[in-house]
């Protein structure tokens, strides 16, 4: 029983599954620390207070959720572009160096050359 538990845990996904957890949680901290210390005070420079959380709308705390969107499109947008997009660039180089060139077209003594070849298989 334990082997089967040591095989299941040194499995590749397991593995790569793990370390993408605590890579994820770091990175999480680390967009956190962006958005509440960079880009928060810069919004709050250009437009005034960043925080929203006194408007209320009678007894519903509209501000809070306000903020809760606001941080959410915030980190959405820090983790697009400096996430994915350059990972699409990077996947489009790649693709282009991988992708075969054309064999170029042969000269016109060859093209010549086969013509000639395949009439001869014709009459043999």
């Known amino acids: 029983m334990l082997q089967g ?6 499995r590749g996904n397991v593995v790569d599954l793990a370390v ?6 770091a990175f999480g901290q680390v ?12 919004i709050g ?3 005034g207070a ?3 959380s006194a408007v209320r709308l009678g007894p519903v ?3 809070k959720f306000i903020n809760a969107l606001l941080n959410f499109v915030v980190v959405a947008a820090a983790i697009y ?15 282009r160096e991988e992708a075969p060139a054309a064999p170029p077209e042969p000269p016109e003594e060859v093209r010549l050359l ?3 070849l395949e009439e001869l298989r014709k009459k043999a």
């Open 45 to 47: 420079a250009l437009g």
């Open 114 to 116: 086969r013509e000639i």
């Open 5 to 10: 538990f040591k095989s299941f845990l040194m």
């Open 50 to 52: 960043p925080d929203f």
């Open 20 to 25: 993408a957890v605590v890579v994820g949680g």
């Open 31 to 42: 967009v956190n620390s962006l958005v509440a210390d960079v880009l928060t005070p810069l």
């Open 81 to 95: 572009f400096l996430v994915v997009v350059p990972v699409q660039e990077v996947q489009r180089r790649m693709k």
């Open 61 to 63: 705390a509209l501000g």
